[in-house]
């Protein structure tokens, strides 16, 4: 058994024994739009009967839930991995940098609903394609072709609750920062996933995590947790900070 499915394994043994229902389903909403049951993630799917990226559909309670996995999306690891802020609720606005096909911003996309929107900036022309592919059914999603190190050539979007990076570059900290700078709003969330491998491939990915969050908490911002994403995925962290008054 390898390690994820170890670690699904108990975290599934946790949910059974919490079930208050006995039944085949223990689903609990754990925030605001995302369900457990037996280890596994849910998010209600909010264009019904179709699948993103090859995810298992669920009914109950005549809703049908999208299975969110954690080793194909860094939040939903996070998640697993007991994040404690999810800012994430129906009606946010989200800023997210590294859209790539799509994966997880499907799933805010459910989280958000009808009333929320969320601005995905790319720059790699084959996965912009899917995500100009899944923004054409679901209306809350605003696919951006630029460079995030760019934020001049799209001004013009609006002040967003929450700014999520994950763009696995050298300088994704300092990305992320001057994105945020613009386009977050201030009491905000920041979220900045960490590859420590595209920092540094030689140091401890543990120091390189406690010094992207000190450039972060440097300017202006207060560090709220730093959740290690093994085992789902490889020396990569979160970064979750919030942007000062
Ligand atoms: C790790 S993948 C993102 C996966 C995605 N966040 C998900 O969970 O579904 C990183 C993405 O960031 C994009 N990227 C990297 N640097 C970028 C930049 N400067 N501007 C825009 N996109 C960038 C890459 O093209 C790639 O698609």
Redesign the pocket.
């Known amino acids: 058994m390898n390690a994820v499915s170890e670690w699904t394994r108990r975290c599934a043994s946790v949910c059974l024994r919490c079930s208050k229902t006995g039944g085949a389903w223990t689903m609990k909403e754990l925030s605001d739009g995302i369900f457990a049951d037996k280890g596994k993630l849910y998010t209600e799917n909010l264009v019904p009967g179709i699948k993103v990226y090859g995810e298992a559909l669920a009914k109950k309670d005549g809703k049908e839930l999208r299975e969110w996995d954690p080793t194909?999306?860094?939040?939903a690891a996070a998640i697993m991995k007991k994040i404690k802020t999810i800012p994430l609720k129906e009606g946010s606005i989200i800023f997210?940098?590294?859209?790539?096909?799509?994966?997880?911003?499907?799933h805010f996309s459910d989280i958000v609903k009808r009333s929320g929107l969320i601005y995905g900036?790319?720059?790699?022309e084959r996965?912009f394609r899917n995500l100009i592919e899944i923004a054409g059914q679901r209306k809350n999603i605003a696919p951006l072709f630029?460079?995030?190190?760019?934020p001049e050539k799209y001004f013009w979007v609006e002040d967003c609750d929450i700014v999520?990076a994950?763009?696995?570059?050298p300088d994704?900290t300092e990305?992320a920062l001057r994105n945020a700078h613009i386009f977050l709003k201030k009491g905000g969330f920041l979220f900045v996933?960490m590859?420590a491998r595209s920092i540094d491939v030689t140091k401890d990915p543990k120091q390189i995590y406690k010094e992207e969050a000190a450039k972060i908490s440097g300017k202006n911002y207060k560090i709220i947790e730093v959740v290690d994403l093994e085992p789902f995925e490889d020396s990569h962290a979160m970064i979750v900070a919030e942007k000062g008054q």
């Open positions: 194909r999306s860094k939040m997210y940098l590294g859209a790539a096909s799509g994966t997880t911003i499907s900036i790319e720059f790699a996965v630029a460079d995030a190190r760019l999520y994950d763009i696995a570059q994704q990305i996933t590859k």
